[in-house]
């Protein structure tokens, strides 16, 4: 964030109250949805008065702007034509996250201000993965099969994911500086152990996924390791994590019964209403209506994120996502592209990217844009990394063509 020194009178005071509650909203994102939400609001409430203070537009433009437009525009769109308009609105209210975005690509305006950001945000996933190792050790096992730590289990899982993918440069970089490769490694350790006990299909194909693309980029003979690892997993692992880990590919694994059945009936749902979708709703009665017989229920959503925008939003909703999400990588790409070789930034974009990969792998089998706290640390790894291509301003970082 802006030094607040850089404010003067009455705007030093709200830009204190903004960077106070950024901090307080980066840590908290790990462990409190309620704590961050407010924090969110103060954010966004302080930055607003900060602008008519300072009698300024502040909000940066991004290469991505045109892009969340159509994506906001299929959600109304979505809502109009819905049979349930009421819950389609309240549930659009995920657009309002988008802000994180804009809110970290203006109000980052130096390598320095994020890096503390970043601290603050990989020092936090530390700490609450630590606090989740401690559970497990101090813990009832029979209590503990599956770890939660201040969440179900399945959203730590996502978020000790993206923690883990965002961490894992820092160390791998040469240029990282001593003091603070050992302090990632002692992030890294406890996220990927939290990660291991959430014995959580979906994000262990996402980390594998995330760490592959890191090795792509990065250095291919990491994936010897990675092998290695995955290889001892099967071979070591306790009876309960080995067969969660050879149901990922039995189609007769009562789960993946479920979910086959939940997406022939989201196919369906969407052949009778291919163009808007049936709104951002839940999908729990519409499932019942369309699923074979011997659906066990208990969804309001497809896990399945492609799927979940084809149904809600249709075709043209499905389109101006998918063309967002094209337009995120390539603006990640480009920003890498030209950071690549600085340890901070480069490790940070790249970490980004690998977040990005995994995201996409886990909404295979998971609703994860529908998940708040997951969908914020996606958001907030675009808004660093847009942030990060603002401090280098070269077209590929901009993303100009």
Do not use: C
């Amino acid at each position: 964030m802006t030094d607040v020194a850089d404010s003067p009178g009455r705007g030093k005071t709200i830009d204190a109250v903004m960077v106070g509650a950024a901090y307080v909203f980066l840590s908290s994102t790990y462990f409190s949805i309620a704590v961050n939400s407010l924090a969110l609001g103060l954010m966004a409430v302080s930055w607003a008065l900060l602008m008519v203070t300072e009698r300024r537009w502040s909000v940066r433009a991004t290469p991505l702007d045109g892009f969340f437009l159509a994506y906001v525009a299929a959600e109304l769109l979505a809502t109009a034509f819905s049979t349930e308009r009421a819950q389609s609105l309240l549930f659009s209210k995920r657009l309002l996250l988008i802000g994180i975005v804009y809110f970290l690509a203006s109000r980052i305006e130096s390598v320095a201000a994020a890096k503390r950001a970043v601290a603050v945000l990989l020092g936090s996933a530390g700490v609450v993965g630590a606090l989740g190792v401690a559970k497990l050790v101090l813990g009832n096992p029979e209590e503990n099969t599956r770890l939660g730590i201040f969440q179900f289990y399945m959203t730590t899982s996502e978020i000790m994911m993206i923690a883990l993918l965002l961490t894992l440069p820092f160390v791998l970089h040469r240029g990282t500086p001593l003091r603070v490769r050992l302090a990632a490694a002692a992030v890294l350790v406890p996220v990927a152990i939290a990660l291991y006990a959430t014995v959580t299909r979906g994000a262990y194909l996402a980390a594998a996924a995330g760490i592959i693309f890191i090795a792509l980029v990065r250095n291919r003979k990491l994936l010897i390791p990675l092998v290695v690892l995955v290889v001892a997993l099967f071979l070591f692992a306790p009876p309960y994590v080995e067969s969660r880990l050879q149901s990922i590919i039995d189609l007769n694994h009562p789960e993946n019964v479920s979910r086959l059945m939940m997406w022939k009936a989201g196919l369906r749902i969407f052949a009778d209403h291919p163009v808007v979708g049936v709104g951002d709703i839940d999908l729990g009665d519409l499932l019942h209506r369309y699923a074979e017989p011997g659906y066990p229920g208990g969804w309001g959503h497809l896990h399945n994120v492609g799927l979940q925008i084809l149904v809600t939003l249709g075709v043209v909703g499905a389109a101006a996502f998918v063309a967002l999400f094209v337009r995120i990588a390539i603006t990640e790409w480009r920003i890498y592209r030209a950071v690549r070789d600085d340890w901070f930034t480069g490790s940070f974009v790249l970490g980004a990217l690998a977040v990005f990969v995994g995201f996409l792998v886990n909404g295979l089998t998971e609703w994860s844009f529908g998940d708040q706290e997951v969908v914020i640390l996606l958001w907030i790894s675009v808004g660093l990394s847009l942030a990060i291509g603002n401090l280098f301003p070269s077209p590929k970082a901009r993303g100009d063509r």
